[in-house]
């Protein structure tokens, strides 16, 4: 898979453009579309594109010779066909990489560029203005465009385009099972997605915000079920998640068209769109673990169907559990939340 790259354009003041930085080196970004004399005096690690010889990205609309450590490249707006063959002609030339900006027709003129444009290794990035459009700009032709560049003054929007490069990571460890008991009926949700997951991947869920498991997908089959890969048996109705702009939602309110994360068992998370969300009565289980000083606990379902990651990668499902068993839980000490936004000065206890 080809490496795809979130451009941000700073939609800050010059002044605060020292402290919007580190907050973009923080998410990972490593390419700022801006004045490299704008930075020169700000200690960072990012490269920089512009129409300036001393940005490492160049935008040069004459020359395509290249310095040495410079990549050169073009901007064109994109209004017929006539267009994407001049980008082609010129991208033969020697272009390192071209911005395309469309208009009214954002999917089709980039699937045709994308097409004619990936043999000859020139790298194309598109321009966006919410992260909306940068999921579509990623998404194009499967493989997507190489990079985007998207204008924001807001990290929080920075965070969420970033979920489209399937580069976020969440912090996984190993909690140790100290409880497991049966409590009675009640209603749990099974989250069925709009995507197929795979093995090793599934959804964080917990009674409490600051602690949660990874329940995995049902992909796994038995001579009693068929797959259902899209599917996570997640929790009661009353557990967490979290969501792709980094706020909780209750199961209870996840529904067609809602988004939701699905992480691996290394942390790596991606979002996805929920197709359906079934909500049924059926046997529960507490399950509470330890990790570090922190205690959490999830109310699932009681069927051999529903399972945890060990850290070693191996599934175990919640009917085979024992006290001692460890699974991996995303856990981190205990902030406030108002409607599922974090407040990090806010006192919080939950049991």
Known sequence: MKTRELII???VSDAHLSKFLPQLQDE????IYVDPKKIAKIKTNVDTIYPSTDAKYVISEKSTVKAKGK?????FEVLSNEDIENILSVAKKGLDFVIVEVK???IIPLENI??????IHTKIFAIAKTPE???K???ILEVGVDGVIFTTSSITEVREAMLYLGTKSFDLKSAKIIEIKEVGDGERVCVDTASMLHKGEGMLIGSRSNFMFLVHNESVGSSFTSPRPFRVNAGAVHCYTISPNGTTSYLSEVETGSEVLILNSK????????????IERRPMLMIKAKAGNEIGGIIAQDAETIRFVKPNGELVSVTHLKKGDSVLVHAKAATGRHFGMEVSDEYILEK
């Open 71 to 75: 990549k050169i490249g073009r901007k």
């Open 9 to 11: 354009a700073p939609k």
């Open 114 to 119: 994308i097409a004619k444009l990936h043999k």
């Open 28 to 31: 990972g970004i490593k390419v």
């Open 104 to 106: 009214d027709w954002k």
């Open 267 to 278: 942390g790596k998370a991606r979002r996805a769109t929920v197709g359906r969300a079934k």
């Open 133 to 135: 459009e940068v999921r």
């Open 137 to 139: 700009m990623f998404s």
